[in-house]
Structures are given as C-alpha cells and as structure tokens.
Nanobody, 121 residues
Framework: QVQLVESGGGLVQPGGSLRLSCAAS????????MGWYRQAPGKQREWVAT???????NYADSVKGRFTISRDNAKNTVYLQMNSLKPEDTAVYYC???????????????WGQGTQVTVSS
C-alpha cells in the first residue's frame, strides 16, 4: 500500500553532520504529520522530531538546536538534518508518516525500515 524508504545514514565523527531522507510512495491520498524516531542498542525507541503538514515543528530536548526536520510535500519526503552529532546520537533512525490511503477514509501511521547512524571517532 504505502512504503517509506529512508536513506542517508552512515558513520560520522563526533561534531559532524548527516542528512537523512525518507520518501513515501504508494497509494497515498494525503499525508498529515511526518516524523523521526530512533532506537539505540538496548534502549526503547524514542521520539526525535515531528513536522505537521502545516504549523510548528517539535523536537526532543536531546536534539533541539542541533537537528532540523523539514519536508517536501510535492515529493512526499521528510528530511532530518543532523549537526553537531554526538556519540549518544548513535541509533537506528526510523521515519513515519500519517497517511490517508487512497480511496479510504482511514488514516494510518506507516514506518520506514530504519537507517543506521553511528557517531564515533
């Protein structure tokens, strides 16, 4: 039905930057909120940032001032620009999107498969 594909993860040194992308495709009628979560080894998945279709963006305190979420509605794509990366940012990053599936009145949250971000010297 709907697929979310992430890209842009990798290995970066502390203080470096990465930009994650997540493109949604398939039977999409409309997308409202899009966001990012992450899960570090041995920890629960935690929320990172959210961007609604219109309105203000929200960030977890741990990334505020370092990460920026943005979206391109024409491309059904959400981005996460990550600057001043720290070793504690190491995790698998997952995107999500709240989608109204074509020919349906229902909204569902879809998830990407995850992309690894490793911050290490």
């Amino acid at each position: 039905q709907v697929q979310l594909v992430e890209s842009g993860g990798g290995l970066v040194q502390p203080g470096g930057s990465l930009r994650l992308s997540c493109a949604a495709s398939g039977s999409i009628f409309s997308i409202s909120g899009m966001g990012w979560y992450r899960q570090a080894p041995g920890k629960q998945r935690e929320w990172v940032a959210t961007i609604p279709s219109g309105g203000s963006r929200n960030y977890a305190d741990s990334v505020k001032g370092r990460f920026t979420i943005s979206r391109d509605n024409a491309k059904n794509t959400v981005y996460l620009q990550m600057n001043s990366l720290k070793p504690e940012d190491t995790a698998v990053y997952y995107c999500n999107a709240d989608v109204q599936v074509w020919q349906s009145s229902m909204w569902r949250r879809f998830w990407g498969q995850g992309t690894q971000v490793t911050v290490s010297s």
